[in-house]
């Protein structure tokens, strides 16, 4: 009985380092290059290797085709590491695309309405795009003007910051359209929104710790109250 087959395994394997370094350089001759970018002529490949041990650095091959092969002394172990810092910091700075999805009914009410158009709002101040669908039931599939209304009605109370990237289109029993952030959207305008939210929560709860100042007819005059007792005793 022949053995099942594993199912075929897609994660790639991370790239193995090909770079020759010290002794895995096997040619005759390089030219090599000293650490600080000095040409030092062509060098037999142990010569060359022993010129950047007696420096505590390594010898490594840096253009293989070329003839002979060019060898530049370094530290390798401190060169990767920086290339991998920058390949990092590369990645971090890319704009990543999100797509966010919110779903409408054709008869939404208009607390609904608001509360989803809030959600579209944020996800558009978030540099992300949106995708809205309007999801028809029953006899609500023959009227789809009114999921185009409520679509392009969205994007005009989001225009600001959001445009139409992708025009309302049926899609089934759905209708979709596609929304993407403006210039004037990002999340500079939310940090200020919260910075101005706490503010006003620290003005209040300032406000709420101190009792107010009694009105000035409010407070007792002066004898007032003697004048009371010398009435109770007569």
């Known amino acids: ?83 991998e810092q920058k390949a990092k910091q590369a990645r971090k700075h890319q704009s990543q695309i999100q797509v966010k999805e919110i779903k409408f009914r054709p008869k939404i009410g208009i607390h609904d309405y608001n509360t989803k158009k809030g959600h579209v709002e944020r996800f558009l101040n978030q540099r992300a795009k949106v995708k809205v669908t309007i999801m028809f039931r029953g006899r609500e599939q023959s009227h789809p003007e009114r999921g185009r209304d409520l679509l392009l009605r969205l994007a005009d109370d989001v225009k600001e910051i959001g445009q139409i990237e992708s025009q309302p289109l049926q899609d089934g029993r759905n209708m979709v359209m596609l929304l993407g952030p403006t210039k004037s959207a990002g999340v500079k305008r939310d940090a200020e929104d919260q910075n101005t939210e706490r503010r006003e929560e620290a003005v209040q709860g300032d406000r709420d710790g101190q009792s107010p100042a009694p009105a000035d007819d409010a407070q007792p005059q002066p004898g007032a109250q003697v004048v009371e007792e010398e009435a109770k005793v007569r």
């Open 1 to 83: 009985m022949r053995p099942r087959r594993r199912p075929f395994d897609q994660t790639r394997p991370a790239p193995r380092d090909t770079t020759r370094i010290n002794d895995a350089i096997r040619v005759s001759r390089v030219r090599l290059i000293d650490d600080d970018g000095a040409q030092l002529g062509i060098k037999t490949t142990d010569e060359a290797r022993e010129y950047a041990y007696g420096k505590n650095l390594d010898l490594v091959e840096v253009a293989a085709q070329a003839d002979p092969p060019v060898a530049k002394i370094m530290d390798y172990g401190k060169y990767k590491y920086e290339q």
